[in-house]
C-alpha cells in the first residue's frame, strides 16, 4: 500500500511540464474571452446560531469527557469561541473569484485547502484521503437520527421538522439529550453533531439539517470531514458572488481563523507547531483580533494588498505532499453534502512556497452543480470513484 501511495508522488518540476503541456493542448474550460474580474458589491447575510448554550455545556463538562471528545472529533469544540468579524467577513467575500474558487487580491490569488483545513480541526481519527460522498438510497433520516441520538423511534419521529426543502431536528432537542442522556459517549457524540450542524453547516437557524446527519453517521468510519466543509464553503460564497446576495452557510469561524493565519505574520516562529499537542485553532482563540476596523477600512486594506503583506505559507503548517489531482480529474473534485464543486491547488502552489505556473482548466466547470434535478447521481458517483 505505501509503495502504491509514493508511486502517485510527482516534484514540482514535473507537474508544472505535466500542467503546461495540458493547457496547451486543450485549452480553457471557461467562456472563450473570459476575464477573471470582481463583480459590483455583494450584499451578504452573515447571520450566525446564537452559541452560548453550547458553550455553557462545554464549560460544565470534567476534563475527562473533553478528551473523550478530542480523541473522536478533534479540535472542533474551539470554533465555538471563533467570533466572526463581521465587517471584514462582508469584505472578503467581494474578492471571491467564483470561475476559479479562490480569493483575488489584486494579482495574489489565495484559497483554503484540504491540508489546512486537516490542519487546522486536527482530528486524530480522520483519515485524509477517504473521503465522503452522499448515499441517496441509504438508511433513512430517522434512521441515522435513531442510531447517533440512541432514542426510539417514536422519539425521534415526533421531533423532525420540515424547513425548507429538507428535513431537520430543532437544538432544544439535542440540546436536552445533552444534557440528561445517561451514557458518556452518547452525549459527546450529540455534543459534535450540533456543533455540525450549527456552526460547520448553519442552513437552518437553531436546527440541524438531516444532510448533516448524513455525513456526521459516517464520521465513524474515519471519512474525513474537509473536503465536504470546504464544497460548501466554495458553493456558498459562489452563490452569493452571482447573485449579488444571499446569505452565507458555510462554516464563517473556520475561514475567518485560515484567513487571519495568512495576514497575522509573526517575525519569530514558535517550535510548538511541531508538537502533537499544538492546535491553532485553540491560539486563533486566545488572540484578541481587533474588531473596531470599519467595513470601508478592511476594503482599503484588501484591495491594495502587496505580496509581502501575507504570510504564504501560514506558519502552523508542517511541510507535507499536496493533493492536486484526483482520479481523473486534473483538479480536485469536492462532494459536499448539497451539491458538488472542485477547486485547483495549483492555482495557490505559493501558500506551499512552490514556484507557480498555468493550471490546467480543462473540463473545470463540468464539476459544479446541485444534488436535485435530472442524473446528478451519475455525477456523484463518477466524482467518488475518482477519490477511490
Known sequence: MENEFLSKVEDNTAVRA?????QSEKGDSLAEGYVSELHDFTRINVAQNELQELRDVWASWDEGTKQLFYQ?????????????????????????????KCFTFGEIDLVPTIEEYTTLLRCPKVQVRKTYARVFNGQTFAKNLMSISGMNEPWVTTRIQQK????????ENLRDLVLTYPDERKRVDIFALSIYGLVVFPKALRHVDEAV???????????????????????????????????????????????????????????????????????????????????????EILQNLKEGDIEWRAYWMVPDEIMYRCGNFDWVPLLGIWGATRYT???????????????????????????????????VRELSDAWK
Open 72 to 100: 473522536n472529533y478533534g479540535d472542533i469544540s474551539y470554533l465555538l469561541d471563533v467570533r466572526v468579524d463581521k465587517h471584514l467577513f462582508r469584505v472578503m467575500v467581494q474578492f471571491w473569484n467564483f470561475a476559479y
Open 18 to 22: 505535466w500542467s503546461e503541456k495540458l
Open 164 to 171: 425548507g426543502d429538507s428535513k431537520c431536528i430543532p437544538w
Open 345 to 379: 491547488p495549483l492555482l495557490t502552489l505559493r501558500q506551499y512556497k512552490s514556484r507557480q505556473f498555468v493550471l490546467t482548466t480543462h473540463r473545470l466547470a463540468q464539476c459544479e452543480f446541485s444534488f436535485k434535478g435530472a442524473h446528478y447521481k451519475k455525477k
Open 213 to 299: 446527519i448524513d455525513l456526521f453517521d459516517r464520521l465513524e468510519k474515519g471519512i474525513t470531514p474537509v473536503p465536504v466543509i470546504l464544497a460548501k464553503t466554495f458553493r456558498s460564497l459562489s452563490t452569493c458572488q452571482k447573485t449579488g446576495e444571499g446569505r452565507f452557510i458555510g462554516c464563517a469561524q473556520l475561514l475567518m481563523v485560515w484567513f487571519h493565519r495568512h495576514f497575522w505574520r509573526l517575525d519569530k516562529i514558535s517550535y510548538q507547531v511541531f508538537s502533537e499537542s499544538y492546535s491553532p485553532l485553540k491560539e486563533e482563540v486566545a488572540i484578541q483580533m481587533r474588531e473596531d476596523i470599519s467595513k470601508e477600512k478592511w476594503m
